[in-house]
């Protein structure tokens, strides 16, 4: 790679490492802190967060549509995003006095707030790693640039907001002021593509749902993966503290899984360029369903076999993070690019929020109970067999597709954007 492509590279991902902190008080941190510090109850908490969920999940295809046919309101969206997103966090976890009912309204507000601002940022963004990158190997880099900056900020946040929260007021309000600093210089920094979007694909008429069928089906594909990802993730807390009986290795345990993925992301890159991201990508998910296989045989005290299997499978996330984006872009070029990542974005989130309504009401209904020592089989069983069918499942239809989907493999020479000419990444300039 050259210098000018490392730069790209780097300047381009870096905005991945503020929007990943900013996302984790809004997926994570906002509806326990308002719970146990702000004595919110939890039917309220969860009605303003599912409320904002909604919300969040439904505007990412109508955003991205809305983009495709204004291109040029993309700069300015994303400055919109980069100041609203600061000023949703300080509203959000610096509420003022209210009654109950006003405080989960400003609840369900905030997270709107931050969600409208983040998808403003993000949906631009991952389109611009197709036009940067191209529909090849270039989009590989970007996407696991972009991956892997998300992940050390998801690092630095899980280690930093709860501290912030538990101390004074004046650091919470410095380190919004650093986040900010950083989130705007990241924008800046952006590298500029010579390759604007045609005016007859911003003119021409595009519908809610995507048009073409093999579109739908990677979608399916990619839904149902995040499936298989997003069970272990809402699982994981009762494994480790009812199972293993863990609870104090649970932030070191994710540390390490995350540590591990941004290891494995420059591995997955080079793979997929190599060998191509279709054949790469099955391979990741089978490899993903060996490594679970011994998880419901492990019981109290083992916390080392799991430490083992959380760097296996963290390196393997890689593949889930780099791969697809990129196959994504590249199966349909530039027509209705922004929506068509604003369905990929609703798919995952879609994913987080039947992973909870699925696998919640499933334990309780097998017996589980966090805490009682009842139903420990059924928990392990949930949190590493159903991960593993969806992952099955979703390996097949990669198979059973892999015809349709062979345009947007990075081995495959003849995998080129159907409607331009990507920009390289040499061709990136400041």
Same mark, same amino acid.
């Given at each position: ?14 905005l991945?490492?503020?929007l990943?902190?900013?996302?984790l008080?809004?997926? %994570?941190t ?5 719970h ?15 409320a ?16 495709d046919?204004?291109?040029?309101l #993309?700069?300015?969206?994303?400055w ?7 000023l ?6 610096? +509420? +003022? ?18 969600a ?9 963004y991952?389109?611009?790693g ?10 590989n880099?970007?996407? /696991? ?7 050390? /900020? ?8 709860p501290?912030?929260?538990? /101390?004074?007021?004046?650091?919470? *309000?410095?380190?919004?002021? =650093? ?5 705007l210089?990241?924008?800046v ?7 604007? !979007? +045609? ?7 595009? /519908?809610?749902?995507?048009? #073409? ?10 839904l ?15 494994f480790?503290?009812? =199972? ?11 540390a ?32 993903? %369903? ?22 296996l ?8 993070l780099?791969?697809? +984006? ?22 995952g ?36 067999? *159903?991960?593993? =069918? ?15 989907f062979? !345009? ?14 990507? =920009?390289?990444?040499?061709?990136c300039r400041?």
């Amino acid at each position: 790679m050259s210098a000018p492509a490392g730069r790209a590279w780097l300047r381009y991902g870096l905005l991945g490492l503020p929007l990943a902190m900013a996302a984790l008080p809004l997926y %994570v941190t906002a509806p326990r802190h308002y719970h146990d510090q702000l004595g919110l109850g939890l039917g309220l908490t969860g009605a303003a967060v599912l409320a904002a969920r909604l919300f969040d999940t439904l505007q990412d295809p109508l955003l991205g549509r809305w983009l495709d046919r204004h291109p040029p309101l #993309e700069t300015p969206a994303r400055w919109m995003g980069g100041l609203l997103l600061p000023l949703g966090l300080l509203a959000l976890l610096q +509420p +003022p006095l209210l009654s109950t009912w006003a405080l989960a309204g400003w609840l369900m507000l905030s997270l709107a707030v931050i969600a409208l601002a983040h998808s403003l940022i993000t949906l631009p963004y991952l389109a611009l790693g197709l036009r940067l990158g191209g529909p090849q190997e270039g989009s590989n880099r970007l996407n /696991g640039s972009r991956e892997g900056f998300g992940l050390v /900020g998801v690092l630095l946040a899980s280690a930093l907001l709860p501290a912030l929260l538990a /101390g004074a007021t004046a650091w919470l *309000l410095l380190a919004l002021a =650093v986040l900010t600093l950083l989130l705007l210089i990241s924008i800046v920094l952006l590298p500029r593509h010579a390759l604007a !979007v +045609p005016a007859m694909l911003a003119d021409k008429q595009h /519908g809610v749902w995507p048009a #073409e069928f093999n579109i739908r089906k990677f979608l399916a594909v990619y839904l149902v993966n995040a499936m298989s990802a997003a069970l272990p993730a809402t699982l994981a807390p009762f494994f480790i503290a009812d =199972v293993l009986q863990a609870e104090r290795w649970l932030g070191p345990l994710l540390a390490l899984y995350f540590f591990a993925a941004v290891l494995g992301l420059p591995v997955w890159v080079w793979l997929a360029g190599r060998f191509g991201r279709l054949i790469c990508w099955r391979a990741a998910m089978l490899a993903s %369903v060996l490594a679970f296989l011994p998880v419901p045989w492990l019981g109290a005290g083992d916390v080392i076999p799991f430490a083992a299997i959380c760097v296996l499978t963290g390196l393997l996330l890689g593949a889930d993070l780099v791969i697809p +984006p990129a196959m994504l872009g590249a199966l349909g070029g530039e027509e209705a690019l922004t929506q068509r990542y604003g369905w990929w974005s609703l798919c995952g989130k879609l994913a987080l929020a039947l992973a909870v309504g699925v696998s919640l009401p499933l334990l309780q209904l097998l017996g589980f109970s966090s805490g009682s020592g009842q139903g420990l089989l059924a928990l392990a069983v949930c949190y590493a067999a *159903l991960p593993c =069918v969806f992952k099955l499942l979703a390996f097949g239809l990669l198979q059973r597709y892999r015809a349709e989907f062979a !345009v947007a493999d990075a081995a495959n020479e003849s995998a080129t954007c159907p409607v331009t000419k990507p =920009v390289s990444l040499q061709e990136c300039r400041s």
